[in-house]
C-alpha cells in the first residue's frame, strides 16, 4: 500500500514539473513570446527617407539671357539719341575721348555762305579729355580711310564732313581744335552741306575713331538741343 502511494506521488510531482517547464519561453528566459507593438527599424528608416508631405524638388533658376548692357553703347553701330555720350579712342590711339552731339541746327545760309548743294546741317559736340594723356580726334584721311565725322542720310547717302561750302562756316565759340589736356573740355561743331534728299529725315551722325570703330547718334529731322539758339546767334553774325 505504501509502494503505491509513493509511485502516485512521484507521478504527480513529475507531471507539475512538465507544466512548469511549459510555461517557459523556448529559450527558458521566460519572455513573452507575442510580437512586439513597437514598428521595426527597417520600417522607421524607410518612413524617414520618404520627402515630406507637399514637398516639391528644387529647380534651377533660368539665367538671364538679357544682354549685359555695354560699358560704351554708342560704339559697334548702335545709335544714340542726341545729347548722350560715348567714349572713344584718342587720335594715334592716344588717351580716351568722351564725345557728346548736343544740337543741331539747319540752315541755307550760314556766317555770310550758302549752301551749295542745299542745307547746311551744323552738329555742336563737346569733347572731354578722360585719362592722363591728352587727346584729339582722329582726323578724315585721303582716301576715306579711319577717322573723322559723317553724315548718313536716311536715303543711305554718305556725306563727310566739310564738303561742299562747310569749310566756310566757322561757329564761334564750338571751334575747338586740337589736343584736349586731361580733365577738361572742348565746344566743337561739324558742318555738312547736305542736298534736300540728304537732309529729308534727319541722319545719323558717325565718327570713326583711330581704331577704325564707328561712334553713331541719331540727328533729328529739326533743329534741336540745348544750344539752337545760340548758335543761330552765331551763325547770322
Do not use: H
Not at 56 to 84: K, Q, R, W
Not at 100 to 116: C, I, L, N, Q
Amino acid at each position: 500500500m505504501r509502494k503505491t502511494l509513493f509511485l502516485t506521488a512521484a507521478a504527480a510531482g513529475v507531471a507539475a514539473a512538465c507544466l512548469a517547464l511549459t510555461a517557459c519561453g523556448p529559450d527558458g528566459g521566460g519572455s513573452d513570446s507575442k510580437p512586439s507593438a513597437s514598428t521595426p527599424a527597417s520600417a522607421s528608416a524607410s518612413t524617414a527617407a520618404q520627402p515630406s508631405a507637399g514637398a516639391s524638388s528644387p529647380t534651377a533658376t533660368p539665367g538671364n539671357d538679357s544682354a549685359t548692357p555695354s560699358a560704351n553703347p554708342g560704339a559697334g553701330g548702335t545709335a544714340l539719341a542726341l545729347g548722350v555720350p560715348s567714349r572713344t579712342v584718342g587720335s594715334q590711339l592716344v588717351g580716351v575721348l568722351e564725345i557728346t552731339p548736343t544740337t543741331v541746327v539747319y540752315t541755307k545760309e550760314a556766317d555770310g555762305t550758302t549752301s551749295r548743294f542745299g542745307t547746311f546741317a551744323v552738329v555742336t559736340t563737346k569733347d572731354a579729355s578722360l585719362t592722363a594723356n591728352a587727346a584729339d580726334e582722329e582726323p578724315a584721311r585721303a582716301g576715306g580711310t579711319k577717322g573723322g565725322w559723317r553724315w548718313l542720310a536716311a536715303n543711305g547717302q554718305s556725306v563727310a564732313e566739310g564738303n561742299g561750302s562747310a569749310p566756310k562756316i566757322l561757329v564761334n565759340g564750338y571751334d575747338g581744335t586740337g589736343r584736349i589736356e586731361p580733365g577738361t573740355s572742348q565746344s566743337r561743331s561739324e558742318v555738312f552741306d547736305l542736298t534736300p534728299d540728304q537732309a529729308k529725315g534727319g541722319g545719323t551722325l558717325v565718327y570713326t575713331d583711330a581704331t577704325g570703330a564707328e561712334n553713331r547718334w541719331k540727328v533729328p529731322a529739326v533743329d534741336a538741343g540745348p544750344q539752337v539758339a545760340d548758335v543761330k546767334k552765331r551763325l547770322a553774325s
